[in-house]
């Protein structure tokens, strides 16, 4: 169930990558100008996916987390074969629109649907793995690229979706409902509740876990948008050894984000609290990572600011295990769809001010590699912000007694087991 939950993770993040690897055949063939190109890859679909996201996760709940998964895999999947017949700009908005629909909600519910063959004491691991599909999606970009190259950007998209046809066909075969029912947090018995959302979103650990999951979503940002452009015009090197050299912000947030979520599940599993192994424990990465990244401006050589450079961005990579991890601790099963997907949308907002803020601070300062350290500056800061309110605000087990006492027994009558 794992490893399906992160195939269908990763298809939907290749059509992502894929919309900006052929930027630029599309435009030429299409004869769009960047201006008219930026909305199909910018915020506007963003926000669709986000505003699509929080609506089916109020809904969510009334429906098996596997049918979810296999409508939204199979419209999304659909969505890209078209382009295969038509590449006209109108077909291919649509198709976008469809697709960004289908795949808003994707996160919150695979999280869902994963949670529910784990206890809350076991979900380090798997939700480490499957917080690996934007490294491995990074790693897939070669291949598609040349996908593009060789054959047309409508391949590109036309392959995604057969993938897409085949992870539905092995779902259809393998996948199943979690028979897993996390306890309500209040002491009612009843077998469901319901909590004002209003508690929920404004609780202190979940607002506090997003501040610090924002700041280590912002420090993505140089790794998918500037780390070549630093590398290239900050340091000296040459295009093919920046292209080289790119990887490896991913390879070692993964590595950090594979261990932090190991030892805070070997933490929990040996008695330390939650506000510890989930709040102090990865909170504090991204601080540590904030306290690196201002002493770029110090290093002698750009080998050392290279290294600097990725440890500090990537350190705080245990916050997008643990993130998940406390909404759903905080959470009632019922809700936490719709929960999760406010979370995330909060958080991949540093998607679309990231990006300006940097290259702001690029124009604004005539030299290449203080523009750039500039930005790494703020970024730190930003990190030390975000983890430091994290440390001090994340307290599962102080904010789940609160929320019990919000927490209101539903009917039987309006409860579905299988949810």
């Not at 890209?80 to 649509?94: D, E, K």
Request: charged letters at 10%.
């Amino acid at each position: 169930m794992t490893a399906l939950i992160f195939v269908f993770e990763l298809t939907n993040l290749a059509d992502w990558i894929v919309i900006g690897l052929a930027g630029k055949p599309i435009m030429a063939e299409l004869e769009l100008s960047p201006a008219d190109f930026g909305p199909l890859v910018s915020s506007w679909f963003f926000f669709l996916s986000a505003a699509s996201a929080i609506a089916v996760g109020f809904f969510a709940h009334r429906f098996q987390t596997r049918t979810a998964l296999l409508a939204m895999a199979l419209i999304a999947a659909l969505a890209q074969l078209p382009l295969l017949v038509s590449s006209s700009l109108g077909v291919l908005i649509a198709c976008r629109v469809v697709f960004s629909l289908a795949a808003g909600p994707s996160s919150s519910i695979a999280t869902t649907a994963l949670y529910k063959w784990f206890p809350d004491s076991q979900r380090g691991i798997p939700t480490a793995i499957v917080a690996q599909v934007s490294t491995v999606g990074v790693m897939l970009s070669a291949p598609l690229h040349r996908l593009i190259v060789e054959h047309s950007w409508q391949w590109a998209f036309g392959a995604l979706g057969i993938t897409g046809l085949l992870w539905v066909a092995l779902w259809l075969a393998f996948g199943r409902e979690g028979p897993l029912v996390d306890p309500p947090l209040g002491h009612h018995g009843a077998a469901a509740e319901h909590i004002p959302y209003r508690h929920l979103i404004f609780c202190p650990s979940i607002v506090a876990a997003c501040a610090a999951a924002f700041a280590a979503h912002w420090s993505l940002s140089p790794g998918l948008d500037w780390f070549a452009a630093y590398l290239i015009d900050g340091l000296g090197y040459n295009q093919r050894t920046a292209s080289n050299l790119s990887y490896f912000p991913w390879m070692f947030g993964m590595l950090a984000a594979l261990l932090g979520g190991l030892i805070s599940q070997h933490l929990q599993s040996r008695g330390v609290s939650t506000r510890v192994c989930r709040g102090i424990f990865a909170a504090g990465t991204v601080t540590l990572g904030g306290c690196l990244l201002p002493f770029i401006f110090a290093m002698p050589t750009p080998g050392l600011k290279l290294g600097l450079m990725v440890a500090g961005t990537s350190v705080g990579a245990t916050i997008f295990v643990v993130l998940p991890m406390i909404v759903c601790e905080l959470t009632p099963q019922r809700q936490r769809a719709a929960t999760l997907a406010i979370a995330y949308s909060a958080v991949a907002l540093a998607n679309v001010l990231a990006p300006l803020v940097m290259g702001r601070l690029v124009e604004a300062i005539p030299s290449p590699t203080l523009g750039y350290e500039e930005g790494f500056v703020v970024l730190g800061l930003l990190l030390v912000a975000g983890g430091g309110v994290g440390m001090l605000f994340i307290r599962p087990e102080t904010d789940r007694k609160t929320l019990a006492r919000h927490a209101v027994a539903l009917p039987a009558s309006q409860y579905r087991s299988h949810a």
